[in-house]
């Protein structure tokens, strides 16, 4: 572990002092915010549990240890970049800073509740909030900007995500005809003081002048999801920040607003270390209930920062219908695709029950959760995950599609060795020895490695395997790995 050249300290901590009489230890937490930041990822459940990647990882040379109060979660040395490993492009984890696995876990999910994610990209709270559903049902995931909805996509799209909605635009400004929800979740937009032991650089930009402009829209977004919310329902509002004017402070304003239409719930975490909610902050007192939001600070559990607060609806107040879902649009033929993949992969038939097949764009088709109702509005970015290009000759399964159906294939399926791998992952072709070819017939190829699949090959009659994997790829680097 190396630690951070001192010359970024005294600027990075300078930007911090005003929280000084927050925090119990200061000079721990001023170690802590000097150390590198602990790598930290859950396990997929729909592909491995998490005792079984710590075993996968401790094989090749990573050492994983299970995170106190999170069954999937796993925590790593410093450093490890999970993102360029086989594993992580095979969709078999999610790399997401321990502090920023808090919200999620308490919002209190159960399959079959409908759920908003209202700033949701780069999307690690979206893809646990998804799998806490089961991959079923209806989750909306929105975020404003455009760029940071394509990596929310592609890591949907990795981790095998059926039953979510992706819509761009203001939260703040969520139509009211997308219905209400049961849970929604504000991850909003910060000042981020929280990542400074991964980002220092950002300390330049810290100003109270800056949290205040923030909480502006945090309060809009805050006010946006306890309209959409339905009587009895649960909101988590959550930053990655210090700055009670960010928190605390918001929080306390809408709830004032609401005028006892909404409640703080107590928030704790079995076997995290948390602190309680200011209740006094530069001259203003807050009532003592805001005690029961939760603080994260970085010396308690060497991670990152965060604040998050537990929002309950009255149940008493009226709520609207539930408006009708868009229709899904199938086009004629778009069917045959299952009796198809089913035939040439030799997938279980049982494999589709609790799916369906849909074209939202000309290129090919979504697989959706059978059971997912998306709104009629926003107008959606995508629902569902992209398997199927139709638009090209021959048709092929998309990356995502070979990942998600792939476990389950029994024909057409080839197992790569560990310099395979890294070949076919660096898109490069390779010869499969007699033995690998000897059930594949020429043609598309799903390859895997130790069972688990990667993506789609060409195994051509000259005995070449060709990479059809995608140059960049939800952020997979598809170099060989390196740590
Ligand atoms: C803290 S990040 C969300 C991280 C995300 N929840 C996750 O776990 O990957 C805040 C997000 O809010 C988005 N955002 C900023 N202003 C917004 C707005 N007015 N409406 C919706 N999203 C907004 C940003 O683009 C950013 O992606």
């Known amino acids: 572990m190396t630690a951070r050249r001192r010359t970024d300290l005294p600027a990075l ?11 119990d230890d200061w000079p721990a937490f001023c170690e802590a915010i000097a150390r590198p930041l602990p790598t930290c990822l859950w396990a997929n459940p729909a592909r491995i549990a998490a005792g079984a990647l710590a075993e996968l990882l401790a094989g090749e040379g990573i050492a994983a240890a299970p995170l ?5 979660g796993l925590r790593l040395a410093p450093g490890v970049r999970s993102g360029r490993h086989w594993w992580y492009c095979a969709g078999l984890a999610h790399a997401q800073e321990e502090a920023s696995q808090l919200p999620v876990t308490l919002l209190d999910l159960a399959p079959g509740q409908r759920v908003l994610d209202l700033c949701a990209a780069p999307g690690g709270k979206t893809a646990q909030i998804a799998f806490a559903l089961g991959n079923r049902g209806t989750l909306v995931a929105n975020d404003l900007a455009a760029e940071r909805i394509k990596a929310l996509v592609g890591n949907l799209d990795r981790l095998g995500i059926v039953n979510t909605t992706v819509t761009r635009g203001d939260g703040a400004n969520f139509p009211t005809a997308a219905g209400q929800f049961d849970r929604i979740l504000v991850d909003a937009p910060c000042s981020s003081e929280g990542t400074l032991r991964r980002n220092p650089d950002r300390a330049a930009d810290l100003d109270v002048a800056l949290s205040e402009r923030l909480a ?10 306890v309209q959409r919310c339905r009587p009895g329902g649960r909101i988590v509002y959550s930053t990655c920040t210090f700055a009670p004017e960010e928190n605390e402070l918001v929080v306390a304003d809408i709830l004032a607003e609401q005028g006892g239409r909404l409640r703080l719930c107590a928030a704790e975490v079995p076997g995290l270390k948390t602190a309680p909610g200011v209740t006094a902050w530069a001259g203003r007192t ?11 600070w970085p010396h308690d559990n060497d991670t990152g920062g965060f604040f998050v607060a537990v929002l309950e609806k009255d149940p008493t107040v009226p709520g609207e219908p539930e408006p009708a879902p868009a229709v899904l ?8 695709w299952v009796e198809a993949l089913t035939d040439r992969y030799g997938l279980p038939e049982g494999l589709w029950r609790d799916l369906r097949i849909q074209r939202q764009t000309r290129r090919g088709l979504h697989l959706v959760a059978a059971d997912h109702r998306p709104p009629v509005a926003p107008g959606a970015e ?3 995950l992209f398997f199927q290009r139709t638009n090209i000759r021959p048709p092929k399964l998309t990356t995502a599609g070979a990942l998600l159906l792939g476990s389950q294939a029994t024909r057409h399926r080839l197992e790569l060795t560990a ?8 898109r490069e072709d390779l010869v499969p020895s007699a033995q690998q070819v000897a059930e594949a017939a020429p043609g598309q190829v799903i390859v895997t490695y130790r069972g688990f699949p990667l993506g789609l090959a060409i195994w051509h009659r000259s005995g070449t395997l060709a990479s059809l994997f995608p140059s960049r790829w939800s952020g997979c ?4 790995a390196a740590r």
């Open 329 to 336: 649009a199938v086009e004629p033929g778009d069917e045959d």
């Open 68 to 72: 106190a109060w999170r069954a999937d």
């Open 477 to 480: 680097a598809g170099a060989p």
């Open 216 to 225: 502006a829209r945090q309060r809009a977004l805050l006010r946006k999801a």
């Open 419 to 426: 310099t395979q791998r890294d070949a076919y992952l660096a």
């Open 13 to 23: 901590l300078a930007s911090l002092t005003r929280y000084r009489d927050l925090i």
């Open 382 to 384: 995508g629902r569902g």
């Open 286 to 296: 807050l009532d003592p209930s805001l005690a029961q939001c939760l603080r994260l």
